[in-house]
């Protein structure tokens, strides 16, 4: 069945919370609101792709910030250190291996498993 | 480094001629612009992500049509014969593992290995 990415984005209002709107192989397609300062995590096990589509997106590292506006991408390469953060609300595409976590390494309030909708 | 996506739509015209944009691990992102109908073929190893940025595509199947319009995402099943065809020319994101052949079994003169750019 096909995916409408801005019907789906319509459906819930919640940041940092992930929804999992395809699959692919043993990757899940997800969308996320993001708003605010996230945590500073890791993923040791995979690459981690963020594709913008409404908003701007800033995706700190630990040797600079990476700025993101619609229709821009950037993959995270494992093991690397990244906290997103925007000060509006900017609706995101991700894209990794099924389960991965959120968090990544790091834990806390903010780990949320992705929600199929 | 992030990635514009209007950016490298603007680097090249041909159609069907797919061009990397990223890696995800062992995964291709790549985009192409698609006009005219392309060839019926089944990709027996992997699932295929089209993702539409601009303008209207097709996923002929055997069993019916998709039809995907901007910010409209489909994944082709493994093993499900699909042949992509557009009348207009749409800018489209693919995802799929390393590797993956454009025309998968089919073969022909539309096969066509992703050049970087």
Same mark, same amino acid.
């Given at each position: 069945m096909k995916v409408n990415l801005d019907e789906k984005f319509g459906l819930f209002s919640e940041v940092y919370a992930p929804k999992l709107v395809a699959g692919l192989n043993d990757y899940d397609i997800k969308i996320v609101k993001i708003k605010g300062e996230f945590v500073w995590h890791t993923h040791d096990e995979t690459d981690e792709l963020f594709l913008v589509l409404d908003g701007k997106l800033t995706i700190q590292l630990r040797d600079g910030d990476v700025e993101l506006g619609p229709r821009e991408m950037y993959v995270v390469p494992r093991g690397v250190e990244h906290c997103p953060i925007a000060d509006e609300v900017a609706s995101v595409m991700l894209i990794e291996p099924? =389960?991965?976590?959120?968090?990544g390494g790091a834990g =806390?309030?903010?780990t949320k498993a992705p929600e199929a909708i």
């Open positions: 099924r =389960g991965t976590v959120n968090t =806390g309030d903010m």
